[in-house]
Antibody, heavy 123, light 107 residues
Framework: EVQLVESGGGLVQPGGSLRLSCAAS????????MNWVRQAPGKGLEWLSY????????DYIDSVRGRFTVSRDNTENSLHLQMNTLRAEDTAIYYCARGVGTAVTPKPYFDYWGQGTLVTVSS | AIRLTQSPSSLSASTGDRVTITCRAT??????LAWYQQKPGKAPKLLIYAASTLQSGVPSRFSGIGSGTDFTLTINCLQSEDFAIYYCQQYYSHPFAFGPGTTVDFK
């Protein structure tokens, strides 16, 4: 069974840092690209970042580029999001999501999501 | 960046109704459009990918159609467990974008 379990959320002051993790199990983690998506309280979904299966290609939404860094450890089946210079507007539930493509549609959609971890940025 | 709009933003329906939600992209995304369902306190759940392909395990009352910039999600014979928020998402190019969501609630 595919499982994604996020951890590392919590309360942090503006300007602070936090490192989120996503533990993957039930599939060949090193074969899949992974994504981070967040959802502010009462708001919609916002894609944040992607990392390819080898970890050598990454991309970010502009609002977090330069502040957030995605990484992965394929030996530990884990995905990480280092978040620096946090702002109040970064307050959200953060989800990791697996990207999967097919032979017919090779671009990856998100088939499995974790349960999310809450990050609150407040003084 | 490609942006998505959804209409309506919310709708009220009864069990047994047919519900249609539309999603429009500011640029063509081919068929790289997915639909997700989200219930309160839960992670989003994939319903449809490639605009019209039903994810394994999703009931056949859900269907999707479209390509390019205009897409539709239809729920036939709405069931009580279908009351939720529905999001479209383009995965054609970064930054991947989600629509603002459509809330389907009980009339």
């Amino acid at each position: 069974e595919v499982q994604l379990v996020e951890s590392g959320g919590g309360l942090v002051q503006p300007g602070g840092s936090l490192r989120l993790s996503c533990a993957a199990s039930g599939f060949s983690f090193s074969s899949y690209e992974m994504n981070w998506v967040r959802q502010a309280p009462g708001k919609g979904l916002e894609w944040l970042s992607y990392i390819n299966n080898r970890g050598d290609k990454k991309d970010y939404i502009d609002s977090v580029r330069g502040r957030f860094t995605v990484s992965r450890d394929n030996t530990e089946n884990s995905l990480h999001l280092q978040m620096n210079t946090l702002r109040a507007e970064d307050t959200a539930i953060y989800y990791c999501a697996r990207g999967v493509g097919t032979a017919v549609t090779p671009k990856p959609y998100f088939d499995y999501w974790g349960q999310g971890t809450l990050v609150t940025v407040s003084s | 960046a490609i942006r998505l709009t959804q209409s309506p933003s919310s709708l009220s329906a009864s069990t047994g109704d047919r519900v249609t939600i539309t999603c429009r992209a500011t640029q063509g995304v081919g068929s790289y459009l997915a639909w997700y369902q989200q219930k309160p306190g839960k992670a989003p759940k994939l319903l449809i990918y490639a605009a019209s392909t039903l994810q394994s395990g999703v009931p056949s009352r859900f269907s999707g159609i479209g390509s390019g910039t205009d897409f539709t999600l239809t729920i036939n014979c709405l069931q009580s467990e279908d009351f939720a928020i529905y999001y479209c998402q383009q995965y054609y190019s970064h930054p991947f974008a989600f629509g603002p969501g459509t809330t389907v609630d009980f009339k």
